[in-house]
Structure formats: C-alpha cells, structure tokens
C-alpha cells in the first residue's frame, strides 16, 4: 500500500507559479513511476508528467517548457514546479504511485489560474 498526500496547490493570476508536493508513505525508491495528472471541469482526467525510478521524466505537450517534475528521495516526495501558469491549467492536480502491479492516488488538490 502506498498513501500519497498533494499539497501546493492554490489561486495564481496567469504568468504565475505553483509547487505541488506529493508525499508518499513509503520510500518512493520503491515505486517504479510517479506521476501528476490533471483534471478539469467536464473534462478526462489528463496525464501532466511522469517521473521514473530511474529518473526520467516525460511531459504532456501542453505543459513541456513550463513544467517541471522532480523527486526527493530523502523526503519520500515528488514535486510538480509549474511556471507561467495559463488559464487553460486551471484544473485539480492529482498524483499516481506505480508499485508492481497496483497504482495509488491521492486525493487532488485544486489549481485555479484567473486574474
């Protein structure tokens, strides 16, 4: 079992930053990706970025140059740093563990990009 707690998450005007934390309850070199997802209003939830245990990283288009992901093992923690934040972003913000065969998910927390 792994439980994952996001945080970070708020009201930003367009141009802005946010830092999404994830916290897992276990050492996250045992999980073989992590992930951060979005969704929006009457929209599918949407794949944002992906970081392996290798430390490779991928990124959803719309998010590639503004969007970093990043890990601390030490802090059992995965990070999402979102620059130039556009409104199309606005969205609750959730992260994926992959351990084995299972994946976990936290419970989302809210990104509002308005002026």
């Known amino acids: 079992q792994v439980q994952l707690v996001e945080s970070g998450g708020g009201l930003v005007q367009p141009g802005g930053s946010l830092r999404l934390s994830c916290a897992a309850s276990r050492s996250i070199n045992s999980i073989n990706a992590m992930y951060w997802y979005r969704q929006a209003p009457g929209k599918e939830r949407e794949l944002v970025a992906r970081i392996m245990i290798t430390g490779a990283t991928n990124y959803a288009g719309s998010v590639k140059g503004r969007f970093t992901i990043s890990r601390d093992s030490a802090k059992n923690t995965v990070y999402l740093q979102m620059n130039n934040l556009e409104p199309e972003d606005t969205a609750v913000y959730y992260c994926?563990?992959?351990?084995?065969?299972?994946?976990?998910w936290g419970q989302g927390t809210q990104v509002t990009v308005s002026s």
């Open positions: 994926k563990a992959d351990r084995g065969l299972s994946a976990y």
